[in-house]
């Protein structure tokens, strides 16, 4: 099966952006590290990094044509403002999860609103990459079912 890993705007920062918020890894150790696990459970894992919000939407469109059988996002600032990425996850059909590195819910109100989470199959936040991780858990024992 093959799972794709999308990361919204700014997450190409991680390991010098506020780290105290977001933590000292940068985006490829998180994505190297996931590649290995599916890889370890005969999976594939294709991830994509975009500050633009049309080429997550393009990489979604894609992702039904290619038979993507799950997602995992992280729209980042995206989250809170984009109606067309959340439009795009329900026109594709996939099942995904989202995580969040740091807890949204504990942070500016603007943040506490997800365009996402009620029709995710699960949400992970506060846990930094180890939320990926635990996603890529539920997604694989979720495709064995
Ligand atoms: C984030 C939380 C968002 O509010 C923020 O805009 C981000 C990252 C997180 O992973 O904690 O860019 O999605």
């Known amino acids: 099966s093959t799972i794709l890993v999308l990361h919204g705007p700014n997450l190409n920062m991680l390991g010098t952006r506020e780290p105290e918020v977001y933590g000292y890894e940068t985006l490829s150790d998180i994505d190297d590290r996931l590649k290995d696990t599916a890889a370890a459970h ?3 894992l294709l991830h994509l990094q975009s500050n633009a919000e049309y080429e997550l939407i393009d990489r979604v469109h894609e992702a039904r044509a290619e038979g993507v059988d799950f997602i995992i996002i992280n729209p980042a600032a995206f989250t809170h403002t984009s109606v ?62």
Do not use: K
């Open 42 to 44: 005969g999976h594939h």
């Open 84 to 145: 067309a990425l959340r439009d795009a996850i329900l026109a594709a059909g996939i099942p995904f999860i989202e995580v969040h590195l740091s807890n949204v819910h504990a942070r500016e109100p603007f943040r506490h609103h997800s365009y996402f989470s009620d029709i995710a199959e699960g949400v992970i936040c506060g846990l930094g990459s180890h939320g990926y991780d635990l996603a890529l858990q539920a997604a694989l024992q979720r495709i064995h079912r």
